[in-house]
């Protein structure tokens, strides 16, 4: 028998066509959880108010759906005990089913995919406040078709909050608004084009959706060996055909270590030497915790760096913000790979996202979500050091995923039987470019994603399948 009730991680999906039917929804989610095996008899369900927040609902219509379904029999609810799945809602079994060959095909309990934040965590009620002063201070002109760099008001705040924050010199001139780092890559990848720049360093460990996108600017991607200290930067000198390179310098992503200070000056020589500019993703800049913040590496030079943030990370990667800080030469050519106006993100959620940084709730969320993060961070250590310590864990001063080291070829078997316990996880080798030299087998952790409902459950499973 389960006892927590944060094992619970089942996957609801509810129609939310009004308080009725959000408990009709809620209850035909629960009884099909239970029915499947989803949720396993015995299992401890989150508190009313628990499962309300998490799913962004009244805490009555979550009681109301919890009583119908004891009367019901699919649920129990005993003093002191919490609400359980009663024993009769086993799954049932057909006779003559064959052996399944593979994992079901139904939506994962548990997910530990690195990338997003806990999205049950945005802070709704201070954004919607944010908003409708937004929307009552904003001109007329916010709701015409605007400057293709994006709103002022955003402009500004950002160059304020990066400087203080990240370290980058961010005057409101040099930054264009965009929907996120993907959509910053596309404009820089035609801009490079029409440089004619033919092959842009990539890191030797990354995400495929980013090397995709040069490749398809008809860009070349030579790589960067990686090593405990980050991307050999130094190596770049003998890429005489690259024009450009893309680092993750703070938090290198999958590996999670940060460029060390000869490699960062190595780059900016190369850049300096070459006239070649450095394409900096700074994507989870903000958290931070065994160790000072480490800058951007904009700051050592401006005119060789184009920086790129998101609030992807920070807040949820739904609103389609982020951000490029770019060298005063290139101001134009972004715009016009741009177009003509601002097409990319709503005016609205820019005068939003300025105000929520001008009022201090930018601050006060990051600072909350960062001692949040790093609980989680500590949970998993100490999970791994009490249930398998022979697995060693790194890139975790920062950030908000982890890599845990495997034994030799047990990489694929493990991310196997991971999907079998209804758990999403990547393997390193996931992320290696196809030239890289293999390194040792790995799981990245995307500790930051689950729900507070779902974290015990999935840290469980996690545990479960490690060897």
């Not at 293709?148 to 980058?168: H, I, K, M």
């Not at 590996?255 to 994507?283: F, K, M, N, Q």
């Amino acid at each position: 028998m389960t006892d927590p009730w944060a094992t619970f991680g089942a996957d609801l999906h509810i129609d939310p066509a009004g308080a009725i039917g959000l408990r009709a929804g809620l209850m035909d989610a629960l009884r099909e959880a239970a029915r499947t095996g989803r949720l396993a008899p015995g299992t401890r369900l989150p508190s009313s108010r628990t499962l309300a927040a998490d799913l962004g609902i009244a805490r009555n219509t979550v009681a109301d759906a919890y009583a119908e379904l004891v009367a019901e029999g699919w649920l129990t609810a005993r003093q002191g005990s919490g609400t359980r799945v009663a024993q009769r809602a086993e799954p049932r079994r057909a006779a003559t089913r064959a052996p399944r060959s593979r994992p079901p095909r139904t939506s994962p309990a548990y997910s530990l995919q690195p990338g997003s934040p806990d999205l049950s965590t945005f802070p709704r009620a201070e954004w919607l406040k944010a908003a409708r002063r937004a929307l009552t201070a904003a001109p007329n002109d916010a709701l015409g078709y605007g400057d293709p760099r994006g709103r002022v008001e955003l402009r500004t705040v950002l160059a304020d909050y990066l400087s203080r924050a990240r370290g980058v010199y961010a005057d409101p001139d040099r930054i264009v608004i965009c929907s996120g780092f993907v959509h910053g890559l596309m404009m820089m990848g035609k801009v490079l084009r029409e440089r004619r720049v033919r092959e842009v360093a990539v890191e030797s460990y990354g995400l495929h959706v980013h090397t995709r996108l040069l490749t398809e600017a008809g860009l070349r991607i030579p790589c960067l060996p990686l090593d405990e200290l980050g991307s050999r930067t130094g190596e770049l000198s003998a890429m005489r055909g690259a024009g450009a390179v893309l680092l993750t310098p703070a938090h290198q992503f999958p590996t999670g270590v940060p460029l060390h200070p000869d490699r960062r000056a190595a780059a900016v020589d190369w850049a300096r030497s070459t006239g070649g500019l450095i394409l900096e993703d700074d994507y989870d800049g903000e958290f931070r915790y065994d160790r000072q913040p480490v800058g951007a590496l904009q700051g050592l030079d401006p005119e060789r760096v184009v920086y790129f943030g998101t609030a992807s990370k920070s807040l949820a990667p739904g609103l389609r913000l982020g951000w490029m800080v770019v060298p005063q030469e290139l101001v134009g050519e972004v715009t016009a790979a741009k177009g003509l106006s601002d097409w990319a993100s709503s005016a609205l959620d820019q005068l939003t996202l300025a105000e929520f940084i001008a009022s201090g709730a930018y601050d006060r969320h990051v600072r909350s979500m960062r001692l949040r993060y790093r609980n989680r961070r500590d949970q998993l250590v100490a999970a791994l050091a009490e249930r398998a310590p022979s697995i060693k864990i790194s890139g975790i001063a920062a950030g908000l995923h982890a890599v845990l080291e495997l034994p030799e070829g047990s990489e694929a078997d493990v991310v196997r039987s991971a999907a079998w316990q209804g758990l999403v996880v990547q393997g390193l080798s996931f992320y290696r470019h196809p030239d890289a030299e293999a390194r040792h087998e790995a799981l990245v952790i995307g500790y930051g994603t689950p729900t507070d409902s779902a974290w015990a459950g999935t840290l469980d499973a996690l545990v479960r399948v490690l060897p």
